[in-house]
Nanobody, 123 residues
């Protein structure tokens, strides 16, 4: 099971930190990632991190503003979001994959998904 939290309403230029706690069989997952889905849009890749945390990947739209990290001792992945824009508004989902070897950007490579947390950025 994956439980995402930390979403909310923030003004443009502000910051939020999302957390995703893995439990049960998902705590043995390797790569983890964040995706987001705006109304009427597909679920898009945002960021991912490898098991060790040494490899990360980002969508071009968030590079330099978002930072993904994980603490394996807490089975938790984070997404620090800064300089937020109205176009960041979406439901954010965390995901976990059994594939090792690096950060994964492909949605279909993920085996487990959390329920999502709403992020709204006002202009």
């Amino acid at each position: 099971q994956l439980q995402a939290s930390g979403g909310g309403l923030v003004q443009a230029g502000g910051s939020l930190r999302l957390s995703c706690v893995a439990s049960g069989r998902t705590s043995n997952s390797k790569a983890m990632g964040w995706f987001r889905q705006a109304p009427g849009s597909e679920r898009d890749f945002v960021a991912s991190v490898s098991w060790s945390g040494g490899s990360t990947a980002y969508a071009d739209s968030v590079k330099g503003r978002f930072t993904v990290s994980r603490d394996n001792s807490k089975n938790t992945m984070y997404l620090q979001m800064t300089e937020m824009k109205p176009e960041d508004t979406a439901v954010y989902y965390c995901a976990a994959s059994s594939i090792s070897g690096g950060a994964i950007m492909i949605r279909t490579a993920y085996d487990y998904w959390g329920r999502g947390t709403q992020v709204t950025v006002s202009s």
